[in-house]
């Protein structure tokens, strides 16, 4: 296989089939061999010389059918001009002196620039945009924003009169995810505007932003920024002078995790239980107070207004096919900067960690692990991580998910094992219990990594309890059974070595013999001393009681 570029200084590949990986360079040159060359499993190094070098690894190897060949440019350092969030970290409040909620500061930073000519625009030309843009979900799920917008327009929907509505889902309650507390902290304005022309999108009459009960500070900063919108005339009637009324609520939770599922969120807002419903019927068609309803993330509101004075495109032009635009980063756990960056989609896992959060604690050679999306996906090992794109596909790929984007990092010194039980333990209890499979799988659950952490158990119970989670994936009415299956899954798959060794050392630290560690790892004999068991081993500091 030869490069047929015209550049000098381009070398051919030869044909071999013998290693796994090759190191590719490849530059300004706008030749296929970096794509190509994951056809074949090629010996010697491929050299294609343009201006600009950029060095990456491929791994050669059959990729599942959903996952994307490998990109042939390093995504990654975005630059200032191309940050929508340009207040993330204050920098435009502390140069013009403001609040970070000041009206004159947002519109200093290009927030309410040509509100009106977008709106008059109209809504066919607005979800045309977005769809063009190729913008996922921010909230986890990643599914189409466009093409979710779009159903609330059906052929007739004109014929369905009375109010429709847009929920904005600010109940942000996963561990290890902040990004949309640090917009509604610092980039309320955008949101705000985001709701506007998401609800002409929509052709919906009202905006309810539903928030976390627990973010008081940034439920007063968002109010604040729409009362300003409000005396400006951007909010109420005739938005912007263009003719179109539009106004926007600010609704308080009491949080609850599982209010975060979208109609579970409805039933809260309508002042009912917190508790998901079945679907169908869908928001889209029957919504808040029955009505035609679409509810979506902060992060996915607050980018459209700049996607729609930059263009769709624009916005295309970050990240692979497929996983396009940039998105907020939040990075925790053993790193030396935990913080919320802005970044490109597609970027390495390995590049975000050292450019933005100053590396893992005592150096990239000291990770263990690392959860990619936020607490409900799965664990990733070491080797996984080391060539890892931090995208929707290639996540799917790995046996994860993108999620949120909430990168939570182990070094070697943490324990793997007592992390997921702290997952499982917040999981347990904050279901609902309104499923069987849930209520009840994810307290089994909960006790038995209360055992693992330990090694109070044997075996066998790590692949029962594995046969559990398979069983409770698909069989709940929300996606809660996945979220609390899928961190002890990655586990298993991942760090089962790390709980068979800590049954053993449970066994050696209390001289247990084969026979009683395969019966649970109890003592046989107890002491009974005014009618209460005594002697019996119990896990130290256990969670539940």
Same mark, same amino acid.
């Given at each position: ?17 013998? @290693? ?9 040159? @706008? ?47 975005? &630059? ?55 913008? /996922? *979900?921010?909230?986890? +799920? *990643? ?15 004109? @014929? ?38 998401? *609800?002409?999108?929509? $052709?919906?009459? +009202? ?16 109010? $604040? ?15 912007? %002078? ?14 609850? !995790? ?5 109609? +579970? ?9 917190? &508790? ?45 096919? /497929? ?5 907020? !980063?939040?990075?925790?756990? $053993? ?19 050292? @450019? ?9 050679? $000291? ?15 070491? &080797? ?11 996540? /799917? ?5 993108? *999620?949120? +984007?909430? #990168?939570?990092?182990?070094? =070697?010194?943490?324990? #793997? ?21 849930? /209520? ?67 066994? =050696? ?21 005014? %009618? ?14």
């Amino acid at each position: 296989m030869v490069c047929h570029c015209n550049k000098k200084g381009t070398k051919g590949v030869s044909k071999g089939v013998s @290693k796994a990986s090759t190191e590719v360079t490849s530059g300004s040159c @706008k030749c296929d061999v970096a794509s190509l060359i994951t056809m074949f499993t090629a010996k010697p190094t491929v050299r294609c010389l343009g201006k600009r070098v950029l060095n990456y690894r491929i791994q050669l190897r059959r990729s599942l059918a959903t996952a994307q060949t490998t990109p042939n440019r390093v995504h990654g350092g975005l &630059k200032d001009k191309d940050r929508i969030f340009q207040n993330l970290y204050l920098q435009n409040s502390i140069k013009n002196h403001t609040e970070s909620y000041d009206l004159k500061s947002a519109m200093k930073i290009g927030d309410w620039y040509k509100t009106k000519e977008i709106i008059s625009k109209g809504d066919k030309w607005i979800i045309d945009e977005m769809k063009k843009s190729g913008l /996922r *979900g921010r909230g986890g +799920a *990643g599914f189409p924003s466009g093409l979710k917008w779009s159903f609330m327009n059906p052929p007739g929907w004109e @014929k369905n009169e009375g109010p429709r509505y847009v929920v904005v889902n600010a109940d942000e309650g996963e561990p290890g995810t902040c990004k949309d507390r640090e917009i509604l902290r610092k980039e309320p304005h955008k949101l705000v505007e985001g709701c506007l022309l998401a *609800g002409r999108a929509m $052709n919906a009459t +009202a905006a309810y932003i539903y928030i976390r009960g627990e973010f008081y500070i940034e439920g007063e900063t968002l109010q $604040n920024a729409i009362n300003q919108a409000y005396a400006a005339g951007y909010l109420g009637k005739n938005a912007c %002078g263009s003719g179109y009324d539009f106004d926007v609520f600010v609704h308080r939770g009491m949080g609850a !995790y599982v209010c975060g599922e979208e109609t +579970a969120l409805i039933e809260s807002l309508e002042g009912k239980q917190g &508790k998901p419903r079945m679907k169908p019927p869908f928001p889209a068609g029957v919504g808040v107070f029955g009505r035609p309803s679409t509810v979506t993330n902060v992060e996915t509101v607050a980018v459209a207004s700049t996607i729609l004075r930059r263009g769709g495109d624009w916005f295309a032009s970050f990240g692979r096919e /497929r996983n396009h635009g940039t998105k907020l !980063y939040c990075i925790s756990g $053993n790193v030396n900067e935990p913080c919320v960056v802005e970044e490109e989609m597609s970027i390495s896992l390995k590049d975000i960690i050292e @450019k933005h959060a100053g590396g893992v604690r005592g150096g990239w050679d $000291n990770l263990q692990a690392v959860i990619p999306g936020g607490a409900s996906t799965p664990i990733l090992a070491e &080797k996984d991580c080391q060539d890892m794109i931090m995208d929707y596909d290639s996540l /799917r790929a790995a046996g994860s998910g993108f *999620g949120t +984007a909430a #990168v939570t990092v182990f070094d =070697k010194q943490a324990d #793997v094992i007592k992390g997921i039980q702290r997952l499982l333990a917040f999981y347990k209890h904050e279901s609902c219990g309104q499923c069987t499979p849930c /209520r009840e799988g994810s307290s089994y659950l909960a006790k038995m990594m209360d055992r693992f952490s330990t090694g109070q158990a044997n075996e066998k119970e790590i692949d029962q309890a594995l046969e559990l989670t398979y069983k409770v994936c698909g069989h709940t009415i929300c996606a809660m059974g996945e979220a609390f299956s899928w961190p002890y899954q990655g586990l298993v798959k991942n760090f089962k070595p790390l709980l068979l060794d800590r049954i053993k050392q449970y066994k =050696k630290e209390h001289g247990f013999t084969e026979e009683g560690l395969e019966n649970g790892g109890w003592y046989h004999e107890v002491k009974v001393e005014n %009618g209460s068991v005594s002697g019996t081993p119990l896990p130290k500091d256990p969670l539940y009681h």
